[in-house]
């Protein structure tokens, strides 16, 4: 099982600064033949299902912000938030979808600091 | 307009069973890869089951042989039929669906299910 790990568990940022979350998978999900990183990102507010951020580790989901932005490769992603709103406070997961099973980090909750 | 709306969860008796039922609107069951995910009480996601386009399906070691995932295309519902549930199959669970095999694009809102004596 490829088992995806963030960093770190919890993270305070002002209104206005940036975010940055970190999900290392133990090993690679680059797909050599097409090559495609098989790596997304939700957001989980109080009481809502997660919601699709960023696919591809880098492909943005329609009508999401673009403030929100994803980059890696490999075994190595980051989710970047240029600029924190308070809407953006949330639960942030990072999920591999190489192979069965599929698997999430174990999220990072995103406060205002 | 898509939308998931997932029914079938309660308080059941470990041992017991149990079948989801998630109802999709706006597009096609058979066309899309679907899962289904679940949260335990203040825990992360977990992966349970997919059911591929093809019908081909897979399952998390936990709920392998115990669980079982089925799709109806004339009712455009895909359903979890779960057995033998344990206290630590207690979570919400979401249907969640996708036309990229593994993602979860589109969620229903969850239904509980709580296994307790």
């Known amino acids: 099982d490829i088992v995806m790990t963030q960093s770190p568990d919890s993270l305070a940022v002002s209104l206005g600064e940036r975010a940055t979350i970190s999900c290392k998978s133990s090993q690679s999900v680059l797909y050599s033949s097409n090559p495609r990183n098989y790596l997304a990102w939700y957001q989980q507010k109080p009481g809502q299902p997660p919601k699709l951020l960023i696919y591809w580790a880098s492909t943005r989901e329609s009508g999401v912000p673009d403030r929100f932005s994803g980059s890696g490769s490999g075994t190595d992603f980051t989710l970047t938030v240029s600029s924190l709103q308070a809407e953006d406070v949330a639960v942030y997961y990072c999920q591999q979808y190489y192979s069965t099973p599929y698997t999430f980090g174990q999220g990072t909750k995103l406060e205002i600091k | 307009e898509v939308q998931l709306v997932e029914s079938g969860g309660g308080l059941i008796q470990p041992g017991g069973s149990l079948t989801l039922s998630c109802a999709a609107s706006?597009?096609?069951?058979?066309?899309?890869?679907m899962s289904w995910v679940r949260q335990a009480p203040g825990k992360g996601l977990e992966w349970v089951s997919v059911i591929y386009t093809g019908g081909t399906t897979f399952y998390a070691d936990s709920v392998r042989g115990r669980f079982t995932i089925s799709r109806d295309n004339s009712k455009n519902t895909v359903s979890l039929q779960m057995n033998s549930l344990r206290a630590e199959d207690t979570a919400v669970y979401y249907c969640?669906?996708?036309?990229?095999?593994?993602?979860?694009?589109?969620w229903g809102q969850g239904t509980l299910v709580t296994v307790s004596s």
């Open positions: 969640a669906g996708a036309l990229i095999r593994g993602l979860f694009d589109y």
């Open positions: 706006g597009f096609p069951v058979s066309d899309n890869y």
